[in-house]
């Protein structure tokens, strides 16, 4: 089974971009899996919120590629909640400060650098501040910049957090 990537000019691009999301949204399996657990998703930056990093699926679980988004950020910016959910963990990972949300349907967000005064189990509503970045001896990918680097699993697969703000057309595999 392969992925089919099409390429298109830029302005043709923009605009089956735009045809893709208005048509496909609602038919997106990641969407639709959103919208039956009742859920609303949001970024969880404030806006105008500057993407520098995509989602990008590695090939095997243990390949490479880049699991989340990156958004360009300043230190001890606000998170808010992409959707309703419980506080799942707060702390260390690999030296890093990391929040993590549960959420309905079994999705869980992370955020990265991020630092919480709530406790693990409490809960957040879509758009509530839960968070702010800490980047104080963070080593960003983006340096010089900071980058806040929002994650999306269910269950052990990573996917693109853009699919359940409705932002990605479906994709096309060819068998």
Known sequence: MRTLNLALPPRI?????ALLLGLSSQSHP???QAETTGATWVLP?????????????PATAYASGHRGL?????????LLAPSQ????FTGQVAGKSVVAINHAGGYR???EPACAELKVGDPVTVGQVFAKVCSAGYKSHC???????YGLRIGSDYLSPLALAGALPASHVVG
Not at 70 to 78: C, M
Request: with cysteine.
């Open 13 to 17: 691009s923009f605009v089956a971009l």
């Open 30 to 32: 990641l969407a639709a």
């Open 45 to 57: 930056v404030e806006l105008p919120a500057q993407l520098v990093n995509t989602f990008q699926a």
């Open 70 to 78: 990156d958004y360009l950020v300043r230190d001890q910016a606000k």
């Open 85 to 88: 959910g419980t506080i799942a």
């Open 109 to 111: 967000t992370s955020f």
């Open 143 to 149: 340096f010089p910049k900071i980058c806040l680097h």
